[in-house]
């Protein structure tokens, strides 16, 4: 049996850090949740003894009622983690407990108090628990699903480095100082928060540190309603991943082409891309640059797939919004790089949400809601692909799941670069059902929102002409005809773009878009 003030528990070929609060395997850490870690400690502490599950479950979870299924459940994911289906490490006596059944001796464990002295990965961050201002201790749940949930998202971010739940458990209730956990944990940013609840809402702060310096690089603010506590979790987890997922991209992408030690190479080229994709969106001039960047770093590595996801959207986008001068050029062009991205990563949440757009370019939107369902199932906070769902919906002619789809992604990220492509999509299923006093409202938000975008006009133009509001149509389109990123100028070029659909229902709603901005004032050729 292992000493009592070890820090430190080696069995088979696994090291249980207490001062760390991690199990390691060799040099990797293997995730657990807070209390399958405590439930494991527990077992390692008496390894060789038989823990009874009332025992077991007074050690983990004093003062509190809870019932065998907890503890289930935490065993099973101890046995997991431990690749343990066997039941060789951890053995269930039935009906009386468990017994942690292999040998158990102290290991050593990394001097804490050192620095961390090698390089810290690009994207690398620790999610400290979020604090919970409420005041109730019973009532923590909310702080730790919001921490756990986070730290979930923000690994599925590619090329992060996520420090474990476990680990940062141990920040819990200390005394913070942000450069001395970034030497600890070998991270470059430090994210911490709280929570605090009213009867109908909660409040959210979140804080970015670097933690190299301790200034803070990004900080928000918000409420959100709090009647639906799944719905409420779901909007605050997202609405911070895609979030801090931009502000990551950009503080990094910022470093890298301000550092003249870090060479222009492909990756750090395609990083800069990345940054003002994801800040921008596919649809504004500001995006020009990230594409001369992807061009850059595929020039030197064509399998950069950064590259080739931010290429592929700027293809297809350009098909999907009706501007495109050069449909089998574009459409080539964007399946090669979306092909390409999906054999250089097969399991790529960015490659299947550029691959479901390129499908939509192509009319395929069954199997580009496939495509992006896919991507979020790997990536649940990434908003583009509902995009797709909602466009592929659109060309499916079912307009009220285009305005659930829009009104979702709105709700999980308010302030999203797509947010007017959102509420363009919501006004084009008002358009498709007719009720044109609806689609003018809506059109009127992203062509606010994003001014320099071409199809939001010409569609608020084509709402209010088929709403009988002629004069502001004609404003609208005279608008549309004076932006220098307009390429479709005439309804002969309009009506010879080839239909994304071919439903009955959608050829009607092409008809009524293509007599609105005839009445609009468009030039006929």
Avoid at 171 to 178: E, G, N
Avoid at 421 to 447: C, I, T, W
Wanted: charged share 25%; aromatic share 8%; proline share 5%.
């Amino acid at each position: 049996m292992p000493e009592s003030d070890s820090k430190a528990y080696g069995f088979e070929r696994y090291v249980l850090d207490l001062r760390r609060g991690c199990l390691r395997n060799a040099d990797r850490e293997v995730e657990l949740r807070p209390k399958s870690f405590h439930v494991l400690e527990y077992l390692v502490k008496n390894a060789g003894r038989l823990v009874a599950k009332e025992e077991l479950i007074k050690a983990v979870w004093p003062h509190v009622v809870v019932t065998d299924e907890s503890l289930t459940r935490c065993v099973s994911e101890v046995r997991s983690a431990l690749d343990d289906s066997e039941q060789q490490i951890i053995r269930t006596v039935p009906r009386r407990g468990y017994v942690l059944a292999v040998p158990v001796v102290a290991a050593s464990t990394p001097d804490q108090k050192a620095p961390f002295t090698g390089d810290r990965p690009r994207l690398s961050i620790v999610v400290l628990p979020f604090a919970d201002l409420t005041g109730d201790s019973g009532q923590r749940y909310l702080a730790d699903a919001i921490t756990e949930g986070l730290t979930a998202y923000l690994s599925r971010i590619r090329d992060s480095f996520v420090i474990a739940r476990s680990t940062a458990s141990t920040y819990q209730a200390r005394a913070l100082d942000v450069k001395r956990i970034g030497r600890e944990l070998g991270v470059r940013y430090v994210l911490e928060g709280s929570e605090q609840r009213t009867a109908t809402r909660v409040r959210v702060n979140v804080r970015l540190v670097d933690a190299a310096s301790g200034v803070h690089v990004w900080a928000d603010q918000f409420d959100v309603d709090s009647s639906d506590l799944f719905q409420m979790q779901d909007a605050i987890v997202t609405r911070l991943a895609r979030a801090l997922h931009i502000e990551l991209a950009e503080v990094e992408a910022a470093r890298v082409a301000q550092a003249r030690s870090i060479p222009a190479d492909a990756e750090n080229l395609a990083l800069r891309a990345e940054a003002i994709f994801l800040r921008y969106g596919a649809n504004r001039p500001e995006t020009e640059g990230a594409y001369a960047l992807c061009e850059q770093a595929l020039e030197t590595d064509r399998s950069n797939l950064r590259a080739l996801c931010i290429l592929a959207m700027r293809f297809a986008f350009r098909i999907t919004s009706a501007q495109s001068t050069d449909f089998d050029g574009d459409m080539r062009r964007a399946e090669e790089y979306a092909a390409r991205a999906r054999a250089a990563d097969p399991n790529s949440y960015q490659a299947h949400q550029a691959n479901a757009r390129v499908l939509l370019a192509r009319s395929r939107p069954e199997e580009a809601v496939a495509e992006a369902e896919h991507s979020l199932s790997l990536n649940p906070g990434f908003i583009p692909a509902y995009l797709d769902l909602a466009t592929a919906n659109l060309y499916l002619c079912r307009p009220e799941t285009v305005i659930d789809y829009a009104r979702t992604a709105m709700r999980l990220s308010p302030a999203d670069p797509y947010v007017d492509n959102f509420h363009a999509h919501a006004g084009r299923a008002y358009f498709m059902q007719e009720r044109y006093d609806h689609a003018v409202e809506s059109m009127r938000r992203p062509v606010a929102m994003n001014p320099e975008f071409p199809l939001h006009h010409r569609f608020l133009a084509a709402s209010l002409a088929q709403n009988g509001q002629d004069v502001d149509a004609h404003e609208a389109m005279k608008r549309y005809l004076s932006l220098s990123g307009t390429k479709i100028r005439t309804v002969a070029a309009y009506a010879a773009l080839p239909p994304p659909s071919r439903h009955r229902t959608y050829l009607l709603y092409r008809k009524h878009l293509i007599e609105g901005v005839t009445k609009a004032g468009m030039p006929e050729k």
